[in-house]
């Protein structure tokens, strides 16, 4: 069997292997099979064609994909949510680069379904608005081929676009920083501000109860789930603490009295989770008096509707 025979032959039980676990929540088997897809790079890269370097870039990047947000999932468990929140961001770059060099059709690998999840879970999060530097880039390289890149430059390469296994990207070797701004749909999403504690350590000051339900009612990582969000209308025994004269909770910037307290409620961002799995039985059932002393989040107040044979909640 000749070498471009051999590396044919293991990036197709690779894929096969990939698609056989696209259901599994195995961080271990993930890892073992981006391990299994790093070496085969390597290899295709030495001796392989342009088709079986980019074929085995695709492999690699999907399985550290499928790594990097089972790790997110694990961190929001264990109650590390900014962590989390930053392995999201690492999957969502590495998915828009899956989707950029279509090797393979975006719904093999289920890549369109993690996007999806990805996207779900950074709704959740209470994070609204994040630091965003701005530069003057003075002189970059292309990762490549090594050129300048500049309106002179002979480089071919496209950032983003693979070229024999390796991702093209701008190393920027001198940049001058111009300013910070606050924004609320960043190009970094890592960026979130923090305040400080009378120590000067970080406190993490957000409320992360919606994120928290989600977590504790999936049976896997890999669980189905569709939030959706709209408005509805939240009791004002919530808001005892709001007089007439303060801003109401409705965020509109109007006075409460002039606002939502003469209507039936305070009318806020409402969300409804459907689980496509049914939530574990050993959770307990949710009510509202037994959430709002933990709820001071602008984004949503909590009701657990669930029937006995429902698999949706309104939250």
């Given at each position: 069997m000749s070498t471009l025979d051999a590396i044919d032959t293991c990036l197709l039980r690779l894929t096969e292997s990939m698609e056989g676990s696209l259901q599994s929540d195995s961080l271990q088997i993930?890892?073992?099979?981006?391990?299994?897809?790093?070496?085969?790079?390597?290899?295709?890269?030495?001796?392989?064609?342009?088709?079986?370097?980019?074929?085995?870039?695709?492999?690699?990047?999907?399985?550290?994909?499928?790594?990097?947000?089972?790790?997110?999932?694990?961190?929001?468990?264990?109650?590390?949510?900014?962590?989390?929140?930053?392995?999201?961001?690492?999957?969502?770059?590495?998915?828009?680069?899956?989707?950029?060099?279509?090797?393979?059709?975006?719904?093999?690998?289920?890549?369109?379904?993690?996007?999806?999840?990805?996207?779900?879970?950074?709704?959740?999060?209470?994070?609204?608005?994040?630091?965003?530097?701005?530069?003057?880039?003075?002189?970059?390289?292309c990762s490549i081929c090594g050129l300048v890149v500049d309106p002179w430059s002979d480089c071919k390469h496209e950032p983003g676009i693979v070229y024999r296994g390796k991702e093209c990207y701008r190393i920027v070797k001198t940049a001058e920083l111009l300013g910070m701004s606050l924004v609320p749909d960043p190009v970094q999403k890592y960026s979130v501000p923090f305040i400080k504690n009378d120590q000067g350590e970080r406190h993490d000051h957000y409320d992360y109860t919606v994120v928290s339900f989600v977590v504790d009612r999936l049976r896997s990582a890999v669980s189905g789930w569709t939030p959706t969000w709209t408005k509805a209308y939240h009791p004002h025994e919530l808001f005892k603490d709001i007089g007439p004269e303060d801003g109401c909770p409705c965020g509109s910037g109007r006075q409460y009295g002039n606002c939502c307290n003469s209507n039936r409620g305070v009318l806020r961002p409402h969300i409804e989770i459907e689980f496509d799995e049914r939530p574990s039985a050993l959770l307990p059932n949710v009510t509202l008096a037994g959430y709002k002393e933990r709820l001071s989040s602008e984004k949503s107040t909590w009701v657990d509707s669930r029937e006995s044979d429902s698999q949706s909640n309104n939250v």
């Open positions: 993930w890892n073992e099979l981006e391990s299994v897809a790093t070496d085969l790079l390597k290899r295709a890269i030495l001796d392989g064609s342009d088709g079986e370097t980019n074929r085995a870039w695709h492999l690699k990047t999907v399985a550290s994909t499928r790594t990097t947000y089972l790790t997110s999932f694990q961190l929001m468990r264990s109650g590390k949510y900014y962590e989390a929140w930053c392995k999201l961001e690492e999957a969502e770059i590495s998915l828009i680069s899956l989707k950029r060099n279509r090797i393979y059709q975006s719904s093999e690998f289920a890549v369109d379904t993690l996007a999806k999840m990805v996207k779900n879970w950074q709704s959740l999060y209470p994070y609204a608005v994040f630091m965003s530097p701005e530069f003057a880039i003075k002189r970059e390289e």
